[in-house]
């Protein structure tokens, strides 16, 4: 393995089980993301995947196993292990293992005595589906609890008591595993680390490490031509929060521009429905990246409503990049993401006249967007561009390194331009 003294060729495995392609993942992204940027810097990156699209392809029995090896995969331990000795990477960085990895890629890395990093992209450290949310409400049921019994009862993977078994069995049969077999958990938002933190989580492993976004090679020009949700549709992300507040902005005269809703979900059909007819809503489906980016940098603002608390907020750093303002829930990532009024607007989450009320504030003053856009884009070269992601996620792999050879162990919590800047709270029209 290399001198921890010259890091500046680091060989990084990369552990992912990608989620299925069914549905645009975010997670996916950033991982495609990060090795693609780790790549261009001149470091070498592996990767051990697994996909859940595969499932489909198994046999009845081979289905039926799967829930079996949520907890533990023995198979890809041997595999890993195996993986690891014959290339000594200098670090793996691990990011999803659901459903088919497993927590026993840890024990690989520890057969092997190969340093891990981990990035905690959503909070199944603490909650079975990851969300802390349920039946339209945030929820912390199972935080600080060792066998997520609440999760089981009210069924919340997938609304399926069978189902959330699996997940609750993992969480609780390899929580040490986790919090002694990680050397430094990556966690995506301040707001993030102080949930895990409060639950019990050892705090000096972890650091404050934002998504950063690519440059999109595309700004706004202009005024902007449509306000724009850009998700999945789904009752968590606040899709009917937003259909309830737009039809008061409706009922109220509008805002001059139509609502584009971009995506898929659960909730399309309803979204379908809402849509068909009306000139001052468009509904069109999945995009691709680029359609993405292009409809990002023709709007007048990007609508970012959830009701579950976002442990990030991808779309909005999206936004801040091509230059564009975001309106969205004051609550989990988005109060450090967007400064109230400066950057963009939060609303009250759950509150449908609050997000009325920041959707025509938006789009009522053409200049002050444009100023609000061009802060945006500033707060956006200062935390989420790549320089300064590739910049923590080499200096989180160096003090993995440094920790797992003896060397000093205090982790960058949030440290330097990607630390915890907590906007303003949202007053008047939000605030937690």
């Not at 990035?119 to 409400?137: A, E, F």
């Not at 792999?397 to 331009?417: F, H, L, Q």
Request: charged share 20%; net charge positive; with cysteine.
């Amino acid at each position: 393995m290399h001198d921890t003294h010259d890091l500046r060729d680091l060989h990084v495995l990369v552990v992912h089980n990608r989620y299925s392609s069914a549905q645009p993942s975010g997670e996916n992204r950033v991982v495609d993301e990060e090795v693609a940027l780790l790549r261009s810097a001149g470091h070498r990156v592996d990767l051990f995947e697994r996909r859940s699209d595969d499932i489909a392809a198994r046999s009845l029995p081979g289905k039926v196993a799967v829930p079996l090896l949520v907890p533990w995969n023995p198979a890809v331990r041997s595999e890993l292990a195996a993986r690891l000795r014959a290339a000594r990477p200098d670090v793996v960085h691990v990011h999803n293992v659901f459903p088919l990895l497993s927590p026993a890629v840890l024990a690989a890395c520890a057969d092997v005595g190969v340093p891990v990093v981990a990035t905690l992209h959503n909070y199944t450290q603490v909650c079975p589906p990851g969300t802390l949310h349920r039946d339209g409400k945030a929820c912390t049921e199972c935080v600080g609890s060792k066998m997520s019994l609440p999760a089981v009862r009210h069924g919340c993977y997938r609304d399926s008591r069978l189902a959330t078994v699996p997940l609750a069995v993992s969480l609780a049969v390899n929580r040490r595993r986790w919090w002694s077999g990680v050397e430094r958990f990556f966690c995506i938002s301040g707001a993030q680390r102080d949930v895990l933190v409060r639950s019990g989580m050892p705090a000096e492993r972890l650091a404050v490490k934002h998504n950063f976004v690519p440059e999109p090679g595309i700004r706004r020009a202009g005024e902007g031509e449509h306000l724009l949700f850009l998700g999945r549709l789904a009752e968590a992300k606040g899709t009917r929060l937003l259909m309830s507040a737009w039809d008061q902005v409706a009922a109220d005269g509008g805002v001059g521009v139509p609502l584009v809703l971009a995506g898929s979900g659960p909730l399309a059909r309803e979204v379908t429905a809402w849509a068909a007819g009306r000139d001052d809503v468009r509904y069109v489906g999945l995009l691709d990246p680029m359609e993405c980016r292009q409809a990002v940098a023709r709007s007048v603002a990007v609508v970012a409503p959830s009701m579950a608390m976002e442990t990030f907020g991808l779309v909005v750093a999206e936004a801040m990049a091509s230059g564009v303002p975001a309106v969205a829930a004051a609550h989990g990532a988005f109060v450090e993401l967007i400064e109230d009024g400066v950057t963009g607007l939060l609303h009250r989450p759950a509150d449908p006249a609050s997000l009325a009320s920041c959707v025509r504030r938006i789009a009522a003053d053409p200049a002050r967007n444009e100023e609000m856009g061009r802060a945006a884009r500033r707060r956006y070269e200062q935390n989420f561009s790549p320089t300064v992601g590739l910049e923590r996620l080499v200096e989180g792999y160096r003090t993995a390194i440094a920790v797992r050879s003896g060397g000093d162990s205090t982790p960058p919590v949030g440290n330097g331009n990607t630390g915890s800047r907590r906007g303003t709270r949202a007053s008047g029209n939000g605030g937690m």
